[in-house]
Structure formats: C-alpha cells, structure tokens
C-alpha cells in the first residue's frame, strides 16, 4: 500500500503592504465553517482583544484548492455581521508537493507537484485603495421597511395556475 504525504508550498501574500501580526485565517477542505467564524467575528467585533488591549481591524482569509468554496463562504458571512468591512481578493495558484512511499522497503517513491487554485481574501475596517485590483466597498446592508415590503407585494404576479371554467 502506497502512503500518501501532501505539503503546500507557502508563499507570501499576493496582497502587498500587509502587517507581520495580522489575524491569518488558513481555510481547509476539512475547516468547520462556525468555528472560524467564531474565532474572527469575536475578534473582530472587539469581544476578544489582543496584548494592547485593541480589537482587530483587519483578517485576512485564504484557501487552495477544496477550500476555496469555504473560504468565500467564511468571508460573504463575516462581511455580513461585521458592517463596514473593505475587501481585496486576489486569485493565485499554489504548488502543492505530493509525496507517495513506497510499500516495498528501500524502494523509491513518487513525488509529483500539482498547482491547485488558491485565495487570499484581506478585509480590513479601516478604507483600502479603491484602485487596488480586487477591491470592493463595504456593503450597505439595508433593512426593508414595511412600505417597500407592500410595495413589492403588490408587484408579484399571480403566478398560481387557472382553472378552466
């Protein structure tokens, strides 16, 4: 039976100009969606603080390959119960370094490198350079009010079949 040892390669950021010390969220195929987001909304939210006693002000997110998907999905929810957040996304590939043993001792293995797809999300409170390939503002998050609630009621087509007579 053949083992199987996977590695990433890591590179830096694809995002320029980031803090050493920023909240790094590596997103996994195998991550649990509610626990990261747990751990970066307290901090964000300022329910968890660091050493000087301040909130976070920026998270970056990223994800390669199965954890992608994941990874935009921690984000759109961040981004929805921490309001005012700017974003930058950035696409890249990553060298991932598969290595397969050998069942027969002394014999050699198989490494083989594969580029899988990878994200890397920066969302931060304070504004970023809207010019920055990948930027996007915060969302306006709004509530509907009643009347535009009746209001679209009344634009909904009766969609329910009709007998014959």
């Known amino acids: 039976m053949w083992h199987y040892n996977g590695t990433a390669d890591s590179i830096p950021y694809p995002i320029p100009g980031l803090a050493a010390d920023i909240l790094h969220m590596r997103v996994k195929g195998g991550s649990k969606i509610r626990s990261l987001l747990q751990f970066a909304a307290a901090r964000m939210q300022g329910e968890v ?14 994800g390669s390959g199965r ?24 696409l890249y590939y990553n060298t991932v370094k598969e290595v397969w043993k050998s069942p027969q001792p002394g ?18 409170k304070d504004p970023l350079d809207p010019q920055e390939p990948g930027y996007q ?4 998050i709004s509530v509907p009010t009643e009347e535009a609630e009746r209001h679209r009621g009344l634009q909904r087509k009766d969609t329910r079949k009709k007998s014959k007579e």
Do not use: D
């Open 49 to 62: 603080r660091n050493p000087n006693g301040m909130s976070l002000r920026q998270v970056v997110f990223t």
């Open 137 to 140: 503002p915060p969302q306006i």
């Open 67 to 90: 954890g992608v998907t994941k990874t935009i999905t921690c984000v759109e929810i961040l981004k929805r119960k921490v309001e005012g957040l700017h974003q930058v996304s950035k």
């Open 107 to 124: 014999a050699p293995g198989i490494t083989m490198e594969r580029r899988v797809p990878a994200i890397c999300i920066y969302l931060s």
